[in-house]
């Protein structure tokens, strides 16, 4: 199975922006529907590799936005959203999980009963995703793959195409870089929350762009990522932090002391998160958008010469 960080899921150097989009549009449907009917694979892993595959196109959705229309976008991004969720507390509720484990609270009297009414928790949701379940999804991703080939993108559209794509990209980093503001100015777990969708939009659509652009987009990609996994864990806590109360395992005085040590290792987070927000999201939209139409223009220029 290709890694989603692959070049089968990016645009080839110098490869034309409208037929590159579209490929990888079905690309990523076509693996989101593989690894789904993929029953040898464990279905955690399954469900893991399905919704990262849809998360990317509905960020690849995002980028043509602007292009394509709202009537076009909100169908096939609500369509992939909503297969999304019919998968998402299973795996929600796996990670929890490991989340645990990873805050170190193992040793604590008491912690094994939480510990125990999470892994059951998992173990409910997962059974929940029956096969009928996986084979609602592929259907309806297979509607969307239909359509998605047929979109009416623009065939010519500015200067090498990036004209195509920069409204989508900026509409996405501006509204990261204002939830970014908020969630620093707040510190609720639901504003982290909100500046994580954009954040992990922008990361898999500059992750799509890569392998088209010269030198200095895989610095870009990176620190894109490092966000993106950041704000995914402080999330992870803020759900594992909810969940414990919910459960009602063990006593109230260890729950208190698992949700401090979560509460700790979340300000933590938050602020490597903010640290890593304020380089990524320093210049304007109109900058950022400039710096990124000149390592198109580069990329497209230097295949011209060769």
């Not at 297979?142 to 009416?152: H, S, Y």
């Not at 509409?171 to 609720?188: F, L, N, S």
Request: glycine share 8%.
């Amino acid at each position: 199975m290709p890694h989603l960080g692959s070049p089968t899921f990016a645009l080839y150097p110098d490869e034309e922006i409208v037929p590159g989009l579209i490929r990888v549009g079905l690309s990523l449907i076509d693996r989101t529907c593989t690894v789904l009917d993929a029953e040898p694979l464990d279905l955690d892993v399954r469900v893991h590799e399905a919704r990262k595959s849809m998360k990317k196109t509905r960020a690849l959705f995002r980028m043509l936005r602007p292009s394509i229309g709202e009537v076009a976008f909100a169908r096939e991004n609500e369509t992939v959203r909503d297969a999304g969720r019919v998968l998402s507390e299973a795996r929600d509720a796996a990670v929890l999980v490991m989340v645990f484990d990873a805050v170190g609270v193992l040793a604590r009297p008491a912690a094994p009963a939480i510990r125990a009414s999470l892994v059951e928790l998992a173990a409910e949701k997962s059974g929940a995703v029956t096969s009928a379940t996986i084979e609602g999804v592929i259907d309806s991703l297979g509607d969307t793959r239909e359509r998605f080939g047929a979109w009416p993108v623009p065939l010519v559209y500015g200067h090498d195409g990036f004209d195509l794509i920069s409204p989508g990209l900026r509409r996405v980093y501006r509204r990261g870089r204002r939830r970014m503001t908020h969630a620093i100015a707040t510190g609720t777990a639901e504003a982290f929350h909100q500046w994580r969708k954009p954040a992990k939009h922008l990361f898999y659509q500059l992750e799509i762009l890569q392998f088209g652009w010269a030198s200095g987009a895989p610095v870009l990609v990176q620190s894109a990522r490092e966000l993106a996994e950041v704000l995914g864990e402080e999330h992870d806590l803020a759900v594992l932090h909810d969940t414990i109360d919910t459960l009602g395992a063990g006593s109230e005085g260890m729950r208190s002391t698992v949700r401090s040590q979560i509460a700790d290792r979340r300000r933590q987070v938050q602020a490597v998160a903010c640290e890593l927000g304020d380089s990524l999201f320093a210049a304007p939209p109109r900058d950022f958008i400039a710096r990124l139409g000149g390592l198109w223009a580069a990329s497209r220029d230097h295949g011209t010469a060769g």
